[in-house]
Nanobody
Framework: QVQLVESGGGLVKAGGSLRLSCAAS????????MAWYRQPPGDQRDLVAR???????LYLDAVKGRFTISRDNVKNTVYLQMNSLKPEDTAVYYC???????????????WGQGTQVTVSS
């Protein structure tokens, strides 16, 4: 069984920084694209940043220049470094990964449980 476990959320003042981590564990054959999404209260879940297996990255325009996504392929872990945080970054942040489990031939989409990020003004 595969699971994603997130950590690093919390409360921070505007202008501050947080680093989110998400580790994939279980019966994993390979990990492909990894990503972070966020869902503000009463709003939809949107892509914040994603990173492919070869390191290619993509960012939501609103976070470009402030957030950096990275990954450790040995640890099957993805990170999101968030700097210059703004109140509008407040949301539940979800980790997402495309993974091939050991006992399956195809790729599957997995989600973490979510971690709250709150930025006060």
């Amino acid at each position: 069984q595969v699971q994603l476990v997130e950590s690093g959320g919390g409360l921070v003042k505007a202008g501050g920084s947080l680093r989110l981590s998400c580790a994939a564990s279980g019966s994993i054959s390979s990990v492909h694209t990894m990503a972070w999404y966020r869902q503000p209260p009463g709003d939809q879940r949107d892509l914040v940043a994603r990173i492919s297996g070869d390191g290619t990255t993509l960012y939501l325009d609103a976070v470009k220049g402030r957030f950096t996504i990275s990954r450790d392929n040995v640890k099957n872990t993805v990170y999101l470094q968030m700097n210059s945080l703004k109140p509008e970054d407040t949301a539940v942040y979800y980790c997402n990964a495309i993974i091939r489990p050991i006992d399956l031939l195809d790729l599957h989409n997995y989600w973490g449980q979510g971690t709250q990020v709150t930025v006060s003004s």
